[in-house]
């Protein structure tokens, strides 16, 4: 068989060990799903080793065809890259990217910026996956992700996209008409917290607080627990209880009257959000200029 062969047969392997699925991976490819499956089988009596395990209702690949997607697939995703990042050299930038962010930061960071680069850019897409965990960029196929600075892996680039945040513990006036309000991080063991479960290992989140050097974190307790900001938000305006936010999306309500601010002594600034993405990776036209628009700069 030849070398355009062997790299066909590969990429169709990779597309349905991705997709999970005969028909989306035909789809994708533009192939009928009756090909697809013949050139897999072909593949496999090739190699003499089964590489899906193929089901009535699922397809996964087997121990050698994860091994082969784990070490073959990154490869061809970078000769992906540079082949995109050639053409661009000779078109206008052009090209589809993918990041993973937090609600938060989806909201107030990559929105915003968005709304006004990509009018310039017709050719550009982006696709914005919001994301809680701590998502694996490259095995995931994003070409980059948002989260705050001190979340960033060592051997990743990070490009700083927002300013230092503050967290604010609040509630609303009702919820302190008949309770008094906390003055150190330990009186919070007497009120009712809205709890966040954190997605990557399904714990409760622990309210992180800072003063004078002294650094404290407070398992809270509480009869509410979500896994969004919006939802927690919504419950402590109700009254049911304190949050733990990020200061940007309850000042409005504190400023209006709608919420009560405590604790702010304790509620020290941080590293803010930055954009990071491989180091290995090469940054295509399109992927600069994203960049490049995202970058914060102190007004």
Not at 8 to 24: P, Q
Not at 136 to 153: C, K, T, W
């Amino acid at each position: 068989m030849n070398a355009s062969g062997n790299v066909n047969d590969l990429i169709a392997f990779f597309a349905v060990a991705r997709e999970r699925s005969f028909t989306r991976a035909a789809a994708k490819l533009g192939v009928s799903q009756s090909a697809l499956s013949h050139t897999i089988r072909g593949l496999e009596e090739r190699l003499g080793m089964r590489l899906l395990t193929r089901t009535t209702r699922s397809v996964a690949p087997t121990e050698a065809g994860a091994r082969l997607l784990t070490n073959v697939g990154p490869k061809f995703d970078e000769i992906d890259a540079e082949l995109m990042a050639l053409s661009e050299l000779r078109d206008k930038p052009a090209g589809n990217i993918r990041i993973t962010a937090g609600e938060h930061a989806a909201e107030t960071i990559l929105w915003p910026a968005l709304r006004e680069f990509l009018p310039d850019y017709p050719d550009i897409n982006v696709e914005t996956v919001v994301d809680y965990g701590f998502t694996d960029i490259v095995a995931e196929r994003f070409d980059a992700g948002v989260r705050l600075g001190e979340q960033v892996a060592k051997d990743m680039i990070a490009v700083r996209v927002g300013p230092d945040m503050r967290m604010a513990v609040v509630g609303a006036p009702a919820y302190f008409a008949d309770r008094k309000r906390p003055r150190t991080p330990q009186d919070l063991t007497d009120h009712s917290c809205i709890k966040l479960r954190l997605p990557t290992y399904g714990g409760i989140y622990a309210w992180e607080f800072e003063k004078g050097g002294r650094e404290l974190k407070v398992r809270v307790e509480g009869q509410l627990v979500f896994n969004t900001g919006p939802l927690i938000l919504g419950a402590a305006l109700s009254g049911a209880g304190l949050a733990y936010l990020p200061e940007d999306r309850v000042q409005r309500h504190i400023e209006e009257g709608r919420l009560v601010r405590v604790l702010a002594d304790w509620c020290a600034p941080f590293a803010g959000y930055h954009l990071y993405y491989p180091s290995r990776r090469q940054p295509t036209p399109a992927f600069a200029l994203l960049v490049d628009a995202l970058r914060y700069r102190a007004k």
